[in-house]
T-cell receptor
């Protein structure tokens, strides 16, 4: 049973436009959510996180939105740049009820930003 | 500050053998987590060590084990290798693992023939 789902395996966006990556979760115990970016042959790199007490967190071009009632989060990248082309993973944990070490990952969305 | 390092980067083994992978966390980080990444299953949590103790464990068979040393370096061992164990094994470290960000190493690519 997949607890964290990224239903779009790929997304293609024009440079300068907005990229929206979506993630759904089923476990209501999750209270901490993260987005990671991964380039080929490298480990994932942390992008941005949000705890369940917030519904939005911004860091530069990256904004994560959390809708707890819908068990849905999204990552917005504005404006998108070709260097953003990578696989994006959504991850969740019950951090405040245990250890963040137990992260549950989605299967990733491959973002391609075209010049 | 140096990042998370993993050795070796690539490994080829045959079925039935065992393998040990090593991870050196970022200096000062006390938590080390291990993940398996495969095309079919994505990233899956194996286990997490904090101060030499296993604090969390994912849903993997007992053939997968690990340990952490007093300097926070960690090793992961897989015994009686199976073809399905072929994967990228990622190590991540964080200060405390409670809500601190995890920083990932480049991974060890294990191929089982």
């Amino acid at each position: 049973d997949q607890q964290v789902k990224q239903n779009s395996p790929s997304l293609s966006v024009q440079e300068g436009r907005i990229s929206i990556l979506n993630c759904d979760y089923t476990n209501s115990m999750f209270d901490y959510f993260l987005w990671y970016k991964k380039y080929p042959a490298e480990g994932p790199t942390f992008l941005i996180s949000i705890s369940s007490i917030k519904d939005k967190n911004e860091d530069g071009r990256f904004t994560v939105f959390l809708n707890k009632s819908a068990k849905h989060l999204s990552l917005h990248i504005v404006p998108s740049q070709p260097g953003d082309s990578a696989v994006y993973f959504c991850a969740a944990s019950a951090a405040y009820g245990g250890s963040q070490g137990n992260l549950i990952f989605g299967k990733g969305t491959k973002l391609s930003v075209k010049p | 500050k140096a990042g998370v390092t993993q050795t070796p980067r690539y490994l080829i083994k045959t079925r039935g053998q065992q393998v040990t992978l090593s991870c050196s966390p970022i200096s000062g980080h006390r938590s080390v987590s291990w993940y398996q990444q495969t095309p079919g299953q994505g990233l899956q949590f194996l286990f997490e060590y904090f101060s030499e103790t296993q604090r969390n464990k994912g849903n993997f068979p007992g053939r997968f084990s690990g340990r952490q040393f007093s300097n926070s370096r960690s090793e992961m061992n897989v015994s009686t290798l199976e073809l399905g164990d072929s994967a990228l094994y990622l190590c991540a470290s964080s200060l405390d693992a409670f809500t601190d960000t995890q920083y990932f190493g480049p991974g060890t690519r294990l191929t089982v023939l």
